[in-house]
């Protein structure tokens, strides 16, 4: 079993970035791929990033392609998602989770965190 805690989230202006971690314990944290999702008010969770056992490959939502940057330091147990060039409608929780492979597919994941909140302004 492991243990994620989400961080770095806040209220930036739009064009702005912010960098949020996940700190994970408990079982041998670079068995697991790691991905990102986020949820809207009144909307679904959604796939943001995917990033395998050693980060030698990444995988993002459309949305986020090419302003997000999903990366991984097993040496730290922490997997980060740095969020440049922000637009109001990033505004959601963002959640990390563990999965045994690395997957879009929210249904995958096995482990997640309690979430944190990214709000971005107009």
């Known amino acids: 079993q492991v243990q994620l805690v989400e961080s770095g989230g806040g209220l930036v202006q739009a064009g702005g970035s912010l960098r949020l971690s996940c700190a994970a314990s408990?079982?041998?944290?670079?068995?697991?791929?790691m991905g990102w999702f986020r949820q809207a008010p009144g909307k679904e969770r959604e796939f943001v990033a995917a990033?395998?056992?050693?980060?030698?490959?990444?995988n993002y939502a459309d949305s986020v392609k090419g302003r997000f940057t999903i990366s991984r330091d097993n040496a730290k147990n922490t997997v980060y998602l740095q969020m440049n060039s922000l637009k109001p409608e990033d505004t959601a929780v963002y959640y990390c989770?563990?999965?045994?492979?690395?997957?879009?597919?929210?249904?995958?994941?096995?482990?997640w965190g309690q979430g944190t909140q990214v709000t971005v302004s107009s």
């Open positions: 989770a563990a999965s045994n492979y690395v997957t879009a597919s929210s249904s995958a994941y096995n482990y």
């Open positions: 408990g079982r041998s944290f670079s068995t697991y791929a």
């Open positions: 990033t395998t056992r050693y980060g030698g490959s990444t």
